[in-house]
């Protein structure tokens, strides 16, 4: 059996100049990473006939950001690896990209997209590459930057390739822990080569997952939302409206960004029923 690329190298290392060349000259490979992404964008819903802010991450050569393009969206493009992005420049895409680490956080203004997406990239976070990198708390900078970044009604959809359950629970419960909803969709659960694991995360509240496909689809989405928060209460972690509960919160909303007035002796008691 193959080793896992993340496995093999960093993937600033892995897609090197030869690597890179591969998204433009292989064909089978170029035309699974459309079909992915255009499932991507199909679990993502976007307003029909509306120009929307996207934000692709690991978006590589731009073959994913080509889809968005070519369904009117407008797009910015993150990839660690230096070689990708200039064979997405050689490709003269439309959008914007940037040279950048995942795991260290996203470099936007608070509330710039309308939606993100992601195509084979996520597994990589779930790697320590380096004797200080620590995946979990790499994961929860990410997600929580990503939380920031995105609208109120937004949403994010990762087509990844998780090695194992350890890596499904990881990656889920960072993205619970900096404020997003959702869960997995598994297209095709009982294939073993077309089976495809999206991550779909929202913003906006609890909202049923979109339909998984396959047979049996509706057997293959694992929300998690639900789940996450009663697993914290049973961890013995910050009941809802406790002062902790409420110290979270606050220091969440200011990692986005937001106003939030100051924290006093007074931040969680219970206000007196007397006037």
Request: aromatic share 8%; glycine share 8%; hydrophobic share 35%.
């Amino acid at each position: 059996m193959a080793r896992r690329p993340e496995h093999q190298a960093p993937p600033e290392v892995f897609y090197n100049e030869d690597e890179a060349k591969k998204y433009t000259q292989n064909s089978r490979m170029i035309d699974i990473q459309v079909q992915m992404t255009e499932r991507a964008m199909e679990l993502l819903v976007l307003p029909e006939d509306s120009s929307c802010y996207l934000l692709d991450l690991g978006c590589g050569s731009g073959l994913s950001g080509s889809v968005l393009e070519d369904s009117g969206h407008v797009w910015v493009g993150c990839d660690i690896s230096s070689a990708m992005l200039n064979v997405a420049k050689e490709r003269e895409v439309e959008g914007d990209l940037v040279l950048s680490d995942l795991g260290e956080g996203m470099p936007f203004r608070a509330g710039s997209f309308d939606g993100a997406i992601s195509i084979s990239a996520l597994q990589w976070l779930c790697n320590a590459d380096k004797t200080s990198h620590n995946p979990a708390k790499r994961m929860y900078k990410f997600f929580s930057t990503l939380f920031a970044c995105l609208s109120r009604t937004a949403r994010a959809v990762f087509q990844f390739y998780p090695e194992n359950s350890a890596q499904i629970e990881l990656v889920t419960s960072q993205a619970m822990r900096a404020g997003f909803y959702g869960g997995l969709v598994v297209d095709y659960p009982h294939s073993t080569k077309a089976k495809k694991f999206f991550l779909v995360l929202m913003t906006g509240g609890d909202i049923p997952l979109p339909p998984a496909l396959g047979e049996h689809g509706e057997d293959s989405q694992v929300a998690v939302n639900k789940r996450q928060r009663l697993n914290k209460l049973r961890n013995g972690k910050s009941l809802k409206k406790s002062r902790d509960w409420i110290l979270e919160k606050k220091e969440r909303r200011r990692r986005q960004g937001r106003s939030v007035r100051e924290d006093t002796k007074y931040t969680g008691r219970p206000r007196s029923s007397r006037f």
